[in-house]
């Protein structure tokens, strides 16, 4: 039996939960120890691969040390198609039959380094890993590690519209879509993002593009957008720092009870000069 200290460890090293809770509101953290599925699905597809990847290397690793296969957490993130450790790519099927190991429905997965043919995993070479699915896979790592703020949906939700503010892509009334999606789509890739299965015409996808910003709800709809979203705003700063940096700023702003000027208009934009009386 494990203790609660050992049962959240494992827990934050075994499971997608960690991932999960980013992209979750907070009321909801406690509930996806009980069923992530339940309340989670549709973060868990698009954060996931729908099928089962392994990475050969770690296939043989882990049976000559332990005399089993495991599934890694990490090679099943949607945007990773590389191992990082081995920097080779990750197979979902039997090199030798084509037979897909399994998908995430099915409960049949890897115990020996060998299909059910008897067909035994080959190892590959090295190939030219994608650096921005790592770096995505950095920024998710530590975002997820932050113990404070507890990152959840709402305070993405929160920085972001912070953010945007200050920068000029939202008003009182209205929220600069295009101009936002324009400026995400010049600094990210091309290839990277239909990677990732984002549209490069985002201005076009409706419901997608009016639906972006529209609530922390929004968040846990299209992770990997918010976490490219975050990523951009970040610049060169990492998005967990980003986020420490902003949610300093907003509990400051809200213990003085002085809140920064959010008119772009306005010749006091982006100073702390709104208060209660005032404002």
Request: charged letters at 20%; proline letters at 5%; one cysteine or more.
């Amino acid at each position: 039996d494990l203790n609660n200290e050992s049962r959240s460890q494992f827990v934050n090293d075994h499971t997608y939960i960690p991932y999960l809770k980013i992209f979750t509101p907070e009321l909801k953290h406690n509930e996806l120890f009980i069923s992530p599925s339940r309340f989670c699905r549709t973060t868990i597809s698009k954060l996931t691969s729908s099928k089962v990847k392994y990475c050969p290397e770690c296939i043989w690793e882990d049976y000559e040390s332990f005399k089993e296969c495991y599934l890694h957490r990490t090679h099943q993130l949607s945007f990773l198609d590389s191992c990082p450790k081995h920097h080779i790519p990750l197979i979902s099927e039997y090199q030798t039959c084509s037979a897909p190991f399994a998908f995430n429905h099915e409960t049949f997965l890897l115990s020996e380094p060998q299909c059910r043919n008897g067909h035994e995993i080959q190892n590959l070479e090295n190939s030219n890993q994608n650096q921005f699915s790592i770096f995505l896979l950095s920024e998710l790592r530590d975002v997820s590690s932050c113990l404070s703020p507890i990152i959840c949906s709402e305070v993405i939700f929160k920085v972001i519209s912070q953010i945007l503010y200050v920068k000029g892509y939202k008003t009182d009334k209205s929220i600069k879509r295009t101009d936002l999606v324009s400026d995400l789509i010049s600094y990210i890739p091309n290839d990277q993002l239909i990677r990732l299965g984002m549209p490069i015409n985002f201005n076009n996808k409706a419901p997608f593009s009016t639906d972006i910003l529209s609530g922390p709800n929004h968040v846990g709809v299209h992770p990997i957008f918010y976490l490219l979203l975050l990523i951009f705003l970040a610049n060169s700063s990492s998005v967990k720092e980003l986020i420490q940096n902003q949610m300093k700023v907003i509990n400051n702003s809200q213990q003085n009870d002085v809140w920064q000027c959010i008119n772009s208009i306005c010749p006091y934009f982006g100073n702390k000069t709104i208060t209660k009386e005032n404002g």
